[in-house]
């Protein structure tokens, strides 16, 4: 099974002060199962800062790994109540980055489906937000 599909990223961060800021997208991406897991593969463009970028995300039951290859580089591990730590390399420089996610929903059959990730972001051991990531997948 190896699918075209159409991807809608939805991103939330609310920041110290309760700001928020949302950012929608959609685009299409490749959807695939392989030993247990779901892989979605996507290339991120200009609304998301990052073109030249590809993301793959992994999905399991319980964890999601999301790598980001290109212009800009990142591996971030989300299971719930665990911190995961990484490097993001941007053309404009290293960031140290974390996330203590308190929900990783992962809802993907062979037809799609969704994931939604609400967790902490740290970048340099600093709070930065609060974050939920809402991702669908449906046949192209």
């Known amino acids: 099974m190896n699918k075209n ?4 990223v939805t991103g939330i961060q609310i920041n110290e002060y309760g700001e928020r800021d949302a950012q929608e997208f959609i685009t299409t991406g490749s959807y695939y199962a392989k030993k247990g897991a779901y892989f979605i ?3 991120e463009s200009e609304v998301t800062g990052m073109p030249g970028t590809t993301t793959s995300l ?3 039951p319980a964890r999601v790994i999301l790598n980001r290859m290109g212009t800009s580089q ?3 591990v989300f299971e719930t109540g665990m911190r995961h730590q990484g490097n993001y390399v941007t053309p404009y420089g ?3 980055m974390s ?3 308190s929900r990783v929903e992962v809802n993907l059959t062979d037809a799609g489906g969704s994931i939604n990730l609400e967790y902490e972001l740290e970048i340099e051991n600093e ?3 609060d974050n939920t990531l809402l991702l669908t997948v449906r046949e192209a």
């Open 74 to 76: 990142l591996r971030q």
């Open 94 to 96: 290293t960031m140290y």
């Open 58 to 60: 992994k999905a399991e």
């Open 41 to 43: 593969i996507y290339n």
């Open 99 to 101: 996330v203590t996610p």
């Open 5 to 8: 599909v159409i991807i809608n």
């Open 127 to 129: 709070k930065v937000s």
